[in-house]
């Protein structure tokens, strides 16, 4: 049962355009998100972030939209440039001291030049 | 900079060898590292819960006598595969906070494929 979801396996733009990623997640008790991108062969790299006590957080050219009545955040890139290549992952993290990661599928998003 | 090293990042090995694979925090000590596991497709999924100094919490359905995890020190947790078969070959990789509530920083994941 995936309690992170994205639900597109990829994503496609233009360069200079706005790249927006979306995940659902299912569990209320999850009150942090995050999200990671990953080059092929490297680990995930820590982004952007959002408590779910805000609905937007803004850094650079990447804003984390959050609609806790929806159950969904988006990633917004703007503008899109190709060494934005890569794959994101959404991820949450649940209510209490543990801070263990529940991470969806992740989206492939290609910026053309 | 790399903040989690991850070593190594290949392996390939005949069936039934036993792999080690080791997770480094480089500047700071983290009592607590996380083991993923990766499949095509798929997402990552936390496999264990590596506490130094103390056992691993198993997430449910994950073996722990297959996948021996050991937290030697604040700096170093090694994740062992025992008596691998190609059902384990998969991406393994770990992370590490800070403190908790700070964002993890994972190593670069470990190929593992059995044959």
């Known amino acids: 049962d995936q309690q992170v979801k994205q639900n597109s396996p990829s994503l496609s733009v233009q360069e200079g355009r706005i790249s927006i990623l979306n995940c659902d997640y299912t569990?209320?008790?999850?009150?942090?998100f995050l999200w990671y991108k990953k080059y092929p062969a490297e680990g995930p790299t820590f982004l952007i972030s959002?408590?779910?006590?805000?609905d937007k957080n803004e850094d650079g050219r990447f804003t984390v939209f959050l609609n806790k009545s929806a159950k969904h955040l988006s990633l917004h890139i703007v503008p899109s440039q190709p060494g934005d290549s890569a794959v994101y992952f959404c991820?949450?993290?649940?209510?209490?001291?543990?801070?263990?990661?529940?991470f969806g599928k992740g989206t492939l998003l290609t910026v053309n030049p | 900079g790399a903040v989690v090293s991850q070593h190594p990042s290949r392996v390939i090995c005949k069936s039934g060898t036993s792999v080690k694979i080791e997770c480094r925090s480089l500047?700071?000590?983290?009592?607590?590292m996380f083991w993923y596991r990766q499949f095509p497709k798929q997402s990552l999924m936390l496999m264990a819960t590596?506490?130094?100094?103390?056992?691993?919490?198993?997430e449910q359905g994950v073996e722990k006598d297959k996948f021996l995890i050991n937290h030697a020190s604040l700096t170093l947790s090694t994740l062992t595969v025992t008596s691998a078969h190609p059902e384990d070959s998969s991406f393994y990789i770990c992370?590490?906070?800070?403190?908790?509530?700070?964002?993890?920083?994972f190593g670069d994941g470990t190929r593992l494929s059995i044959l």
């Open positions: 500047d700071f000590q983290a009592t607590t």
């Open positions: 991820a949450s993290l649940g209510g209490g001291s543990n801070y263990k990661l529940t």
């Open positions: 992370s590490a906070s800070y403190l908790e509530g700070q964002p993890q920083h």
């Open positions: 569990n209320s008790m999850f009150d942090y």
């Open positions: 959002i408590s779910s006590i805000k």
């Open positions: 590596s506490n130094e100094g103390s056992k691993a919490t198993y």
